[in-house]
């Protein structure tokens, strides 16, 4: 069984949670732009991928488990960056309602 020292151990990926931002542009329309929430240590784990067609070509579809020590307000709107990856978020969820550990489905996107 594992302890609460071994889950913190396995967060070792730096990563940035973002939030989009809708600004108006010189036209007046939104544009929407990612803020910075905060850097949180995180465990990123390849959970499954599929393909599908899109737009008349295959593109895959990388899903991830990310797991980072509990927060509150991290939610579906939001995303996190790993150097040049993006994972946007599906689902937060505290997995034993203890306020521990959040983790977050996620989906791996091009930039």
Do not use: N, Y
Request: contains cysteine; neutral net charge; proline residues 4%.
């Amino acid at each position: 069984m594992k302890t609460c020292d071994d889950e913190i151990a396995e967060l070792r990926h730096r990563v940035t949670l973002e939030a989009p931002v809708r600004t108006p542009d010189e036209g007046g329309t939104a544009v929407i732009i990612w803020s910075t929430v905060a850097d949180v240590w995180a465990a990123i784990r390849s959970v499954g991928g599929r393909e599908r067609v899109e737009a008349d070509r295959l593109a895959g579809r990388i899903t991830h488990e990310i797991r980072i020590r509990w927060r509150d307000g991290v939610d579906a709107t939001q995303r996190f960056r790993f150097g040049a990856r993006l994972f946007l978020i599906h689902a937060a969820r505290d997995p034993d309602a203890r306020r521990r550990v959040l983790l977050c489905a996620c989906e791996e996107v091009g930039p």
